[in-house]
């Protein structure tokens, strides 16, 4: 009889459980449940999703273990009874980008954070929203005894317990702003400061540690969504993950740490002991939704046009700050299309400069990476943007190296299962699982395209 693992993706959109093989991998069901819009939600709308995913994905009566991977950085306060304070900012959630500017000057500046740190915070990080609750929200500020992240919290609901059973990973903690990658320590004096007074950490758990138990079923650590990716996709070495989903990230397992004091790269750390350099961007899939939706096209039409038009789009660019901006840090952005002509004001056109957009941003990302020592032999493309045509078509020229594209599946959840798998063997490293079938696309590198972008990128 074969053992059974799940793996839950709590992202920012959604909930989804799949249930696996520990072997082998082999995904044998799943299930799936919405989460609401917005930037800041109330934690007990991500505890329905997962009950309902759950019982969607078949219950985990034949479950041997199971581990959580979320979205990365967002506020859960939790007052001293363990209840929610306030409803959580997501990572998405620009309000702190002031909050931002000012814990960077306070403490030494962007090299000092970088090397303390691994990462110069955004808007994103839970620091600055920390201290965004402290400037705004002091009453509530004042509640807070403890501070977890949506995966935290998940895996605290599910296992039980007071607040001093709150554990996370290395992969989610270096998200916070207030952990030290290189270290592997928290830096307590980085949440005081930002919070106004200290509170309760999750316990930082081993990478194939059960810290706990549903029932019967064991929980893994859990960790943050991308190093989840990392885990489903088998990234190695030479590999450069690329996920196109409500955001967009480049990154890749590295056996040493970075510290980029110009904020491009994060410094997270991974869910196996390992480092992973990341860049993100704010704006990716949606950005195709959105242009859809101007041009009344569905996706696959949006493909079409887009690879009808020639590349570079006869000089027309999309800067797709459609929600403000990461990277580059521009959380107040908008978006712009530059250099229209009564000849190039055309769908295709736009379509086309609206994927070159996505892919120039992340591209930028990957040379950051590569500028900093990390290896990038080829591309791995995932995400829900990934299933666009023209997008994996026009990719290898923007990335200038080939771009590897697996069969769409629930990379996160699957990565989240394999360290469930992990924690059942107790070993060294996690479980090899077979590779998803893929896809191979190569074209000739149009470095015009990216010279075209940069420049309206830089003069804007």
């Given at each position: 009889?074969?053992?059974?693992?799940?793996?839950?993706?709590?992202?920012?959109?959604?909930?989804?459980?799949?249930?696996?093989?520990?072997?082998?991998?082999?995904?044998?069901?799943s299930g799936s449940a919405a989460h609401p819009d917005g930037s800041e939600v109330d934690p007990r709308h991500w505890w329905s999703a997962l009950s309902l995913a759950i019982e969607r994905a078949g219950g985990l009566?034949?479950?041997?273990?199971?581990?959580?991977?979320?979205?990365?950085?967002?506020?859960?306060?939790?007052?001293?009874?363990?209840?929610?304070?306030?409803?959580?900012?997501?990572?998405?959630?620009?309000?702190?980008?002031?909050?931002?500017?000012?814990?960077?000057?306070?403490?030494?500046?962007?090299?000092?954070?970088?090397?303390?740190?691994?990462?110069?915070?955004?808007?994103?990080?839970?620091?600055?929203?920390?201290?965004?609750?402290?400037?705004?929200?002091?009453?509530?500020?004042?509640?807070?005894?403890?501070?977890?992240?949506?995966?935290?919290?998940?895996?605290?609901?599910?296992?039980?317990?007071?607040?001093?059973?709150?554990?996370?990973?290395?992969?989610?903690?270096?998200?916070?702003?207030?952990?030290?990658?290189?270290?592997?320590?928290?830096?307590?004096?980085?949440?005081?400061?930002?919070?106004?007074?200290?509170?309760?950490?999750?316990?930082?758990?081993?990478?194939?540690?059960?810290?706990?138990?549903?029932?019967?079923?064991?929980?893994?650590?859990?960790?943050?969504?991308?190093?989840?990716?990392?885990?489903?996709?088998?990234?190695?070495?030479?590999?450069?993950?690329?996920?196109?989903?409500?955001?967009?990230?480049?990154?890749?397992?590295?056996?040493?740490?970075?510290?980029?004091?110009?904020?491009?790269?994060?410094?997270?750390?991974?869910?196996?002991?390992?480092?992973?350099?990341?860049?993100?961007?704010?704006?990716?899939?949606?950005?195709?939704?959105?242009?859809?939706?101007?041009?009344?096209?569905?996706?696959?039409?949006?493909?079409?046009?887009?690879?009808?038009?020639?590349?570079?789009?006869?000089?027309?660019?999309f800067l797709p700050y459609l929600e403000g901006e990461r990277t580059p840090n521009r959380p107040d952005a908008t978006g712009s299309v530059h250099g229209l002509t009564l000849a190039t004001s055309t769908p295709a056109h736009l379509a086309r400069a609206a994927v070159e957009g996505v892919l120039c941003g992340l591209a930028d990302g990957l040379d950051a990476l590569t500028?900093?020592?990390?290896?990038?032999?080829?591309?791995?493309?995932?995400?829900?943007?990934?299933?666009?045509?023209?997008?994996?078509?026009?990719?290898?020229?923007?990335?200038?190296?080939?771009?590897?594209?697996?069969?769409?599946?629930?990379?996160?959840?699957?990565?989240?299962?394999?360290?469930?798998?992990?924690?059942?063997?107790?070993?060294?490293?996690?479980?090899?699982?077979?590779?998803?079938?893929?896809?191979?696309?190569?074209?000739?590198?149009?470095?015009?395209?990216?010279?075209?972008?940069?420049?309206?990128?830089?003069?804007?």
């Amino acid at each position: 009889m074969r053992t059974l693992v799940a793996g839950v993706d709590s992202s920012t959109q959604s909930c989804k459980v799949v249930v696996c093989d520990a072997e082998d991998g082999t995904a044998v069901r799943s299930g799936s449940a919405a989460h609401p819009d917005g930037s800041e939600v109330d934690p007990r709308h991500w505890w329905s999703a997962l009950s309902l995913a759950i019982e969607r994905a078949g219950g985990l009566a034949d479950v041997a273990a199971l581990s959580v991977g979320g979205q990365q950085h967002g506020m859960v306060a939790l007052d001293d009874t363990g209840a929610v304070i306030r409803d959580a900012l997501l990572w998405n959630d620009t309000r702190s980008a002031q909050a931002a500017v000012d814990l960077i000057a306070e403490l030494g500046g962007p090299k000092a954070w970088a090397d303390a740190v691994g990462t110069v915070p955004t808007a994103s990080f839970t620091v600055t929203k920390l201290r965004w609750l402290a400037e705004h929200e002091p009453d509530n500020a004042a509640r807070v005894a403890a501070v977890a992240l949506p995966h935290d919290w998940l895996t605290w609901r599910l296992a039980g317990g007071d607040l001093d059973t709150l554990t996370t990973d290395r992969g989610d903690a270096s998200g916070t702003g207030y952990y030290a990658t290189r270290t592997g320590t928290y830096l307590p004096e980085h949440l005081t400061r930002a919070l106004g007074h200290g509170a309760h950490l999750p316990r930082v758990a081993g990478p194939a540690e059960q810290v706990g138990a549903a029932g019967p079923v064991r929980l893994g650590p859990g960790t943050g969504d991308n190093a989840a990716v990392a885990l489903g996709v088998g990234a190695e070495p030479g590999d450069v993950v690329v996920s196109i989903g409500t955001s967009g990230t480049v990154f890749a397992v590295s056996d040493t740490p970075t510290a980029d004091e110009t904020g491009t790269i994060a410094g997270f750390a991974d869910a196996t002991g390992r480092h992973l350099p990341l860049v993100c961007t704010l704006n990716a899939a949606r950005v195709l939704t959105a242009t859809r939706e101007i041009l009344s096209v569905d996706l696959d039409r949006l493909s079409e046009l887009a690879l009808s038009a020639p590349p570079g789009a006869d000089g027309v660019v999309f800067l797709p700050y459609l929600e403000g901006e990461r990277t580059p840090n521009r959380p107040d952005a908008t978006g712009s299309v530059h250099g229209l002509t009564l000849a190039t004001s055309t769908p295709a056109h736009l379509a086309r400069a609206a994927v070159e957009g996505v892919l120039c941003g992340l591209a930028d990302g990957l040379d950051a990476l590569t500028t900093a020592g990390v290896r990038a032999d080829r591309v791995v493309l995932v995400g829900g943007g990934a299933r666009s045509a023209a997008l994996r078509a026009i990719a290898p020229g923007i990335f200038g190296r080939p771009v590897l594209v697996p069969e769409p599946a629930e990379y996160a959840a699957e990565g989240a299962a394999r360290q469930a798998a992990w924690t059942l063997t107790g070993e060294a490293e996690p479980p090899r699982w077979e590779s998803a079938r893929t896809s191979l696309y190569e074209a000739d590198s149009t470095p015009h395209v990216r010279n075209r972008y940069a420049e309206i990128r830089d003069a804007t």
